[in-house]
């Protein structure tokens, strides 16, 4: 059974600040990973998608990146912002050719200006 | 190109009520997807579909169903609502199965019950 766990659950930080999220993941038979960003009480912003056969994908100040043998995937952003404060969640396929993806429980950040 | 669309926003229901929440995927996309957010439990998956067929199911009472249409726009319907049935349900639109897929998510439905 797939589990997904992130850490920190909560991180907070001065802004302009480079920072790591980290996300690790039980089965790697993954064919992708995808990262999201939450604001209080919305829905869920798809930030990066990374294909299991990339171990980069990069979206501005955002970068992701994917190591499937060890189960892990980070997100970097790069100068944080005020603007950039969320709970940020990755998810992982349950299984090979599942669409149904779990979800970690998420790292709320708060970037102090 | 819109995104996806959820009605309605809010809700309030007493126990023993029934809900219906719709959701509108981004156009040409063919498969949705329903999850269930609470901040206990997290993000939890309830269903789901490609072209109008249900290809998986979470762990949900028999009380929770849902539907596809030929237009790609899905329904979810509670019955016999419970107290902790109250949560975000967050509907997901993407192309079609058996490619990788980025999912999309739309603002949410946020139901609570009395």
């Known amino acids: 059974k797939q589990e997904v766990t992130q850490i920190p659950a909560a991180l907070s930080v001065p802004e302009g600040e480079n920072l790591v999220l980290n996300c690790s993941f039980t089965?790697?038979?993954?064919?992708?990973l995808q990262w999201f960003r939450q604001d209080p009480g919305k829905g869920l912003t798809s930030l990066l998608l990374?294909?299991?056969?990339?171990r980069e994908q990069t979206s501005g100040r955002l970068n992701a990146s994917l190591d499937k043998s060890s189960g892990r995937s980070t997100l970097y952003i790069a100068a944080s912002q005020p603007g950039d404060s969320a709970t940020y969640l990755c998810a992982v396929p349950s299984q090979g050719g599942s669409e149904k993806l779990v979800f970690g429980k998420g790292t709320k950040l708060t970037v102090n200006p | 190109k819109a995104g996806v669309t959820q009605t309605p926003r809010y809700l309030i229901k007493t126990r023993g009520q029934q809900v219906t929440l719709s959701c509108s995927p981004i156009?040409?996309?063919?498969?949705v997807s329903w999850y269930q957010q609470t901040p206990g439990q997290g993000l939890q998956f309830l269903f789901e579909y490609f072209s109008e067929t249900q290809r998986n199911k979470g762990n949900f009472p028999g009380r929770f169903s849902g539907r596809q249409f030929s237009n790609s726009r899905s329904e979810m319907n509670v019955s016999t609502l419970e107290l902790g049935d109250s949560a975000l349900y967050l509907c997901?639109?993407?192309?079609?199965?058996?490619?990788?897929?980025?999912?999309?998510f739309g603002p949410g439905t946020r139901l609570t019950v009395l």
């Open positions: 990374i294909q299991s056969s990339q």
């Open positions: 089965d790697s038979a993954i064919y992708n």
């Open positions: 997901a639109s993407f192309r079609g199965a058996g490619d990788p897929n980025e999912q999309f």
């Open positions: 156009s040409g996309h063919r498969s």
